[in-house]
């Protein structure tokens, strides 16, 4: 099956320090990648979608001067939490399309982030 | 805007049950609708995924089903094992414009007692 991967898998960083997750597609290429927060005990919340070789699409309330996203191949997508404050420890994932819509999203294993 | 509700929040059952999650949602214009697992600190895991003309999927012990005028979508697992305690997400999948988003439930926290 498709595999998606993420880098790291947990970090702790210094409140007001930057901190970028990668997100790789393995074994396909991902024209698309979508970004979640997922806050303990919540479900995951939609971030931003990552397109290559173009703007990501945030969603309603997502910062994207707090949060950049650079989809620079078709096999990774970065997402950077900018000064990060205690307020943005959560766990963030990433997932990608094998096959465009419809089909169905691998998704990470996930990054656990905690700002001290 | 699309608003995903799971029932129940949390389940414990013994080993060997059947059981059924429910998941409604309110906007029937989707694509499809997916079900995920998510273990402790992990990713998801793909479950089943029903295309919005199709009523059902069967994977091993698991069935889904597909109510969509209705918003309605129901898992259903056959003799409970204590490895199958998880979160189970449902994400109904609507059109986004120029790329369709899912869009998560709050999960059903499920326990099977050996």
């Known amino acids: 099956g498709a595999v998606v991967s993420q880098h790291p898998s947990r970090v702790i960083c210094k409140s007001g320090t930057s901190v970028k997750i990668e997100c790789r597609s393995l074994?396909?290429?991902?024209?698309?990648m979508f970004w979640y927060r997922q806050f303990p005990k919540q479900s995951l919340m939609l971030m931003a979608t990552?397109?290559?070789?173009?703007?990501?699409?945030?969603e309603q309330g997502v910062e994207k001067d707090k949060f950049l996203i650079n989809h620079a191949s078709l096999t990774l997508s970065t997402l950077t939490v900018t000064s990060a404050h205690p307020e943005d420890s959560s766990f963030y994932i990433c997932?990608?399309?094998?096959?465009?819509?419809?089909?169905?999203?691998?998704f990470g294993p996930g990054t656990r982030l905690l700002v001290l | 805007k699309q608003e995903v509700t799971q029932i129940p929040a949390a389940l414990s059952v013994p080993e060997g049950e059947n059981l059924v999650l429910n998941c409604s949602f309110t906007?029937?214009?989707?694509?499809?609708l997916q079900w995920f697992r998510q273990d402790p600190g992990k990713g998801l895991t793909s479950l089943l995924l029903?295309?919005?003309?199709?009523r059902e999927q069967t994977s091993g012990r698991l069935n889904a089903s597909l109510d969509k005028s209705s918003g309605r979508s129901t898992l259903y697992i056959a003799a409970s094992q204590p490895g199958d305690s998880a979160t189970y997400l449902c994400?109904?999948?609507?059109?986004?414009?120029?790329?369709?988003?899912?869009?998560f439930g709050t999960g059903t926290l499920l326990a099977v007692q050996p």
């Open positions: 994400a109904p999948e609507n059109y986004g414009g120029a790329t369709n988003k899912l869009i």
């Open positions: 074994d396909f290429q991902a024209t698309t």
């Open positions: 906007d029937s214009a989707i694509y499809n």
């Open positions: 990552s397109n290559e070789g173009s703007k990501a699409t945030y």
């Open positions: 029903i295309q919005s003309s199709q």
């Open positions: 997932s990608a399309n094998l096959a465009g819509p419809g089909e169905t999203q691998y």
